[in-house]
Structure formats: structure tokens, C-alpha cells
């Protein structure tokens, strides 16, 4: 397995919206390899640092990153989902401040027995934990062809989800689909070649959406920022960012909605709900990178990064 490594997006620009200072708790949800953390405890090195992540290697890698900062930061294997459970073992119930950067690392998709690449022959397994849960080549061999067009039409926003589904379908009866570039061979005959995106791979949307599947990526999104904003303290900063349109369209619409309040019918002419605005958005468009990064860190492309303050 290749050493961990992934340049982490908008760096300057997280700690110029997190503003971390000594004293104070923050938590990084998506922990990676520890690029973030790293930024926050140099720029606060009296700050205490909560890292999460699913996968073992990146949690291996950041407590090696962060290994001057010892006393400063606590290292948890698991889901973002369940962070209050997590802050409260570890006797944290509020922080002042939390990172959140989405979607899969530099060196998930580099390292080829992950099977997260259409790129590299693998076993299809796409897990970033890899000691629990269903791998992809469960989802692409068990999955009736009703909801296998579902996930990816829905998480891959793929136009030829129903052919793709029909033709995975027909495949697996011949034998099982268990490695990462006989799924492409079969992408590539259910896509009319003529159709084909001269920009991205015909099999990119598909293999986003089976990612997203198998680690249930839009659901913890959602569970882990609710629960982290919960745990915000007054003044507290919450950044995210996102890589693609799903993950950014459920990061502002709960932002939006914690910072409107009301749950009112507009109809109504005064509120009776009582629910009053518990965030202010500090971005009112996702801020993305600047040339210079992309060309240095080309991921950094469909980077947006939206942030609040606490209430």
C-alpha cells in the first residue's frame, strides 16, 4: 500500500472562516490524513483538536502528522454521523469550531486495492472502512435493477442509469461482477459510445454513485452536520466543503434552514412556530479556489466551501 498522502483544498481560506485560537476545542470530522488539523494546531497551538475519520490508514497517518501537537489532539475511528456520541465519550459537549472536507482522498483513490478508481484494475470494494459494511461488488451483484438504476440515477445523476442497471443485471448472471474494470468494460458497452462526455469518463458518475452507496455519504452528511451544529458553542464557526452538487445542495439547504428559523407556512402573517435563527451564513456564495491552487492541486477544482457562525 502506498504511503497517505492528499494536499487538503482552500487551506488558507478554512482558517481564515474557523479563525482557531489557543484554548479553545475543535473538531475535524473528516480527518483524512490530517492536513486541516495540522493548519489548525499550528495557527492555535494551544487549542485541543477532535479528529474522525472511517478509515483506519488516514487515522494512522494524522496521528504521524500531528505527533508534535500529542497533547493537543484525540484520534476516533468512526462516522461523522455519530459524533455527539463520540464527543461524549470523550467528555466534550461543545466545541468551538468543526471542519468538514467531503468526499474521497487523494490517496483512497490512488491506493488500487481500495477499488475506489475506474482507473486501476481492483477488486470492487469502495468502502472507506474497510472492516464493516457492504463493498461495491455486493451492491452491483445483489441489488434488484430497480434500485441499482435508483442509486445511480439518483447519487450519479447518470442519464443512462436504466441501461447501465439493465446491462450490470444481465452481466452478473454470467458470472459476479467483483473487480473495478470489468464494471468499466460494461459501462462502456451500456453508454452509446456517441454519447460519451469528452470531458469526464463514461464510467465516473456511476462509480461516484456506488461510492456514495456504500458508505452512506448523503445520510451522514446530514445526520453529522445537524449534530455538529447542535454542538456549536455561541461564536462558533462550522465549514464545509463540498465536491459535488448533491453534497453541496444538502450543506446550504441546512445551513439556510438554521439560519432562517421560522418553520412558519409563508401564508402566515405572524410566526407561531417560535423557532428562531441559530446560525449566521458567513458565505452567501460557496467560496471556491484561485487559479494558483488548481494548478498546484487540481482537486481543488470543484471545491466549495461554505461557512456559518453560531448564534
Same mark, same amino acid.
Given at each position: ?25 475543535? *473538531?475535524?470530522?473528516?480527518? !483524512?490524513?490530517? !492536513? ?6 499550528? =495557527?492555535?497551538?494551544?487549542?485541543i483538536l477532535i479528529g474522525i475519520d472511517r ?22 475511528? !468512526? ?20 471542519? *468538514? ?6 490517496? %483512497? ?25 457492504? &463493498? ?10 430497480? /434500485? ?14 436504466? @441501461? ?9 448472471? /454470467?458470472?459476479?461482477?467483483? &473487480? ?52 456549536? =458553542?455561541?461564536?462558533?464557526? !462550522? ?7 448533491? /453534497?453541496?445542495?444538502?450543506? =446550504? ?7 432562517e428559523g421560522c418553520t412558519c407556512p409563508r %401564508? ?13 451564513? *458567513? &458565505? ?11 494548478? /498546484?492541486?487540481?482537486?481543488? @477544482?470543484?471545491? =466549495? ?7
Open positions: 500500500m502506498t504511503g497517505f498522502h492528499h494536499l487538503s483544498v482552500l487551506p488558507d481560506e478554512v482558517i481564515r472562516f474557523l479563525e482557531p485560537a489557543d484554548g479553545k476545542t475543535y *473538531l475535524d470530522g473528516t480527518l !483524512g490524513g490530517g !492536513g486541516h488539523a495540522s493548519l489548525i494546531l499550528e =495557527k492555535a497551538p494551544g487549542a478509515d483506519q490508514a488516514a487515522l494512522a497517518a494524522a496521528g504521524a502528522r500531528l505527533a508534535e501537537h500529542t497533547r493537543n489532539f484525540r484520534l476516533v475511528h !468512526g462516522d461523522f454521523a455519530g459524533v455527539a456520541e463520540h464527543l461524549q465519550i470523550l467528555g466534550i459537549t461543545a466545541v468551538d469550531g468543526f471542519i *468538514l472536507d467531503l468526499g474521497v482522498s487523494s490517496h %483512497q483513490l490512488d491506493t488500487r486495492e481500495r477499488g475506489f478508481s475506474f482507473q486501476q484494475d481492483a477488486p470492487l470494494d469502495m468502502r472507506m472502512d474497510i472492516s464493516r459494511g457492504e &463493498t461495491a461488488a455486493d451492491l452491483v451483484n445483489e441489488c434488484p435493477e430497480a /434500485e441499482l438504476e435508483r442509486i445511480i440515477s439518483e447519487y450519479g445523476e447518470e442519464r443512462w442509469a436504466k @441501461r447501465i442497471a439493465s446491462f450490470i443485471v444481465r452481466e452478473r448472471a /454470467e458470472s459476479p461482477i467483483t &473487480t473495478t474494470f470489468r464494471l468499466v468494460d460494461i459501462i462502456k458497452g451500456a453508454v452509446p459510445k456517441a454519447k460519451w462526455d469528452e470531458r469526464i469518463h463514461p464510467a465516473t458518475r456511476t462509480f461516484q454513485a456506488l461510492r456514495i452507496a456504500v458508505n452512506s455519504e448523503l445520510d451522514s452528511l446530514e445526520q453529522g452536520m445537524r449534530a455538529a451544529l447542535n454542538l456549536l =458553542k455561541p461564536g462558533g464557526r !462550522g465549514v464545509i466543503i463540498s465536491f459535488h452538487s448533491l /453534497e453541496d445542495r444538502i450543506v =446550504k439547504h441546512i445551513f439556510k434552514e438554521y439560519a %401564508q402566515l402573517p405572524v410566526c407561531v412556530c417560535g423557532n428562531l435563527p441559530r446560525v449566521k451564513i *458567513l &458565505t452567501n456564495r460557496p467560496v471556491t479556489a484561485t487559479e494558483t491552487e488548481i494548478n /498546484e492541486n487540481p482537486r481543488a @477544482r470543484s471545491a =466549495k466551501l461554505r461557512a456559518v457562525s453560531k448564534l
